[in-house]
């Protein structure tokens, strides 16, 4: 079957082929009227655009890749959720890759991404090392870090303040009468995990009480994976009063091992990205979180920058707060 071209558009409605092509590429010089008659045309035409060739003329495929450690994390999925629809405003498609926390296949993910000829990608590494972002580096490709970053390795990224989120999530508990956390941290080489420890130690030395860092359990960041090391912690400590969890679902599962084993005690337990404020769950949640859901768009615009100019110098970090869902 042939495809249907620009020309038998324009032939169908009686206007030129560069009216259809202006329209079907965005710019927006058409009247009203006129972009809505191509567009319907087009849809009932069937007319599909050649973005091979649209590459070729242009440069540029208008695409992106976003590469995540874990896309069942609710928090994770709804920050690509808003890439997508902000790079859609502009004409972008987007390609969602898996690395489940993996470096091997963070790196499969970039290469992937490359070979489909990607004008940039936004990355939340695994952090196991800085290699892939040094690999990314050679390629020299327009890539942004998103949710992570690394200290000791110099990249543009739009992150979130974790060190100030530990201090909230700390000071809560400390406010409720609260001395003898346990913090189940996301592997000790992932930043935002570290940075989260680190305000909690040091709003609670402030009010002259010490968390020793034994008090850090480390844990697999991945959604349901972290059951077994949960129910040893609870077993094995006796002189805790409180929790504070790396992310939502792993405060899920330590709130279904506490039913379990500790039937009839109440435990606050403080978390962080604050799910609630888009997934709306129905059931007791304190968690920090982004003030505005701006992590996306800052992210975005950093992106569209750096594919236009090939340059941008984007190091920033969203505020937080403490949210009390359904308390």
Request: glycine fraction near 6%; hydrophobic fraction near 35%; charged fraction near 30%.
């Amino acid at each position: 079957m042939r495809k249907v071209t620009l020309k038998d558009i324009a032939n169908k409605l009686g206007v030129t082929i560069g009216t259809v092509s202006h329209v079907l590429n965005g710019i927006d010089d058409i009247s009203e009227e006129t972009k809505n008659k191509v567009l319907k045309a087009a849809r009932e035409m069937g007319y599909i655009s050649n973005s091979a060739a649209v590459s070729l003329r242009s440069g540029k495929t208008h695409t992106v890749a976003v590469i995540v450690p874990d896309i069942s994390n609710p928090y994770i999925a709804h920050q690509v959720k808003s890439i997508e629809m902000e790079m859609r405003k502009f004409n972008y498609s987007v390609f969602i890759l898996n690395t489940n926390e993996d470096e091997e296949t963070e790196y499969e993910a970039i290469v992937s991404a490359c070979s489909k000829q990607v004008d940039g990608i936004f990355l939340c590494p695994c952090q196991k090392s800085t290699k892939n972002v040094e690999f990314l580096d050679k390629l020299q490709i327009p890539y942004i870090l998103i949710c992570r970053y690394f200290n000791s390795y110099e990249t543009d990224y739009i992150g979130v303040d974790d060190y100030k989120g530990g201090r909230l999530a700390g000071e809560y508990l400390i406010n409720k009468g609260y001395k003898n956390i346990i913090y189940f941290g996301a592997y000790k080489y992932i930043c935002s995990s570290v940075d989260r420890f680190r305000g909690i130690k040091d709003i609670f030395k402030e009010n002259e009480i010490d968390i020793p860092d034994s008090r850090f359990i480390e844990i697999n960041p991945t959604c349901g994976d972290n059951g077994d090391i949960i129910e040893e912690t609870l077993r094995k400590t006796k002189d805790f009063d409180s929790i504070i969890a790396f992310s939502d679902f792993v405060a899920f599962e330590i709130r279904g091992k506490l039913k379990e084993l500790c039937s009839g005690v109440k435990l606050p337990v403080v978390s962080f990205d604050a799910v609630n404020t888009y997934f709306k769950f129905p059931f007791e949640n304190i968690s920090v979180g982004v003030v505005d859901n701006e992590l996306s768009s800052q992210a975005v615009k950093a992106m569209l920058e750096k594919i236009d100019s090939g340059k941008c110098d984007c190091k920033k970090l969203i505020d937080v707060k403490l949210y009390e869902f359904n308390c």
